[in-house]
C-alpha cells in the first residue's frame, strides 16, 4: 500500500516562499512510470494542478504557476518537494501530494497552508 504524507507549516507569509515536503512510503518515487504530483485546493474553489516530478526526475508545471513554482526529489528520504515563491493570500488552500497526474491513484491527507501577515 503506497502512502504519502505532507509536512511543512501552516502559516506563510506574504512574499515568502512556501516550502512543503511529501514522504511516500510502500513505493518509490524512482519507480517506473510514475509521475508524483502536487494539487492544491483553495476555500471554495475546485481542485489545481500545480505540476510533478516523473520517475525519471523531469519536472512538469502549470503554466499558470509555472514561473513561481519548482518541483524536486530526495531520493535518498523518497520524497518530493514542492516550492512556491512569491506567495499572496491567493495561495491560501489546502496541498496534496499525489501519485499520478491528473485523478492520480494515492492522495495524501493534504495540509492546510494559510498565507498571512
Known amino acids: 500500500q503506497v502512502q504519502l504524507q505532507e509536512s511543512g507549516p501552516g502559516l506563510v507569509k506574504p512574499s515568502q516562499t512556501l516550502s512543503l515536503t511529501c514522504t511516500v512510503s510502500?513505493?518509490?518515487?524512482?519507480?517506473?512510470?510514475?509521475?508524483w504530483s502536487w494539487v492544491r485546493q483553495p476555500p471554495g474553489k475546485g481542485l489545481e494542478w500545480m505540476g510533478a516530478i516523473h520517475y525519471s526526475g523531469s519536472t512538469y508545471y502549470s503554466p499558470s504557476l509555472k514561473s513561481r513554482t519548482s518541483i524536486s526529489r530526495d531520493t535518498s528520504k523518497n520524497q518530493f518537494i514542492l516550492q512556491l515563491s512569491s506567495v499572496t493570500p491567493e495561495d491560501t488552500a489546502v496541498y496534496y501530494c499525489?501519485?499520478?497526474?491528473?485523478?492520480?491513484?494515492?492522495w495524501g491527507q493534504g495540509t492546510q497552508v494559510t498565507v498571512s501577515s
Open positions: 499525489v501519485r499520478g497526474l491528473g485523478p492520480g491513484d494515492y
Open positions: 510502500g513505493g518509490s518515487i524512482t519507480t517506473n512510470p510514475y509521475y
